[in-house]
């Protein structure tokens, strides 16, 4: 198992940048694949990013160029850059991890998650 613990939201302006963190602890932390989701007021939890075991990256059309999620696997800690933040981006950004591969945003695939962390885009 593997719990995980977000940090780094916050508020920014429109064009801003942010860092999200998300610590893990448990075994086999580079084993899992890993994703961030986020969700805006009143709607549904979606996909943003997310990276293998091997370190391939997908991103959502919609942060494609914009976001970067990287994973340091010695030190059990995911990352996402967000740069040039839109306001309707603004809402709760989860991490999530997965033990069966890798290739969707499903958030019922995604077994781990933790408890979220608040990102305030203001235009």
């Known amino acids: 198992q593997v719990q995980l613990v977000e940090s780094g939201g916050g508020s920014v302006q429109a064009g801003g940048s942010l860092t999200l963190r998300c610590a893990a602890s448990?075994?086999?932390?580079?084993?899992?694949?890993l994703g961030w989701f986020r969700q805006p007021p009143g709607k549904e939890r979606e996909g943003v990013a997310r990276?293998?075991?091997?370190?391939?990256?997908m991103y959502a059309d919609s942060v494609t160029d914009r976001f970067t999620i990287s994973r340091d696997n010695d030190k059990n800690i995911l990352y996402l850059r967000m740069n040039n933040l839109k306001p309707e981006e603004s809402g709760v950004y989860y991490c999530?991890?997965?033990?069966?591969?890798?290739?969707?945003?499903?958030?019922?695939?995604?077994?781990?998650w933790g408890q979220g962390t608040q990102v305030t885009v203001s235009s």
């Open positions: 990276i293998n075991s091997g370190g391939l990256k």
């Open positions: 999530a991890a997965r033990t069966r591969n890798c290739m969707d945003f499903e958030p019922p695939n995604y077994g781990y």
């Open positions: 448990g075994d086999n932390f580079g084993a899992y694949c």
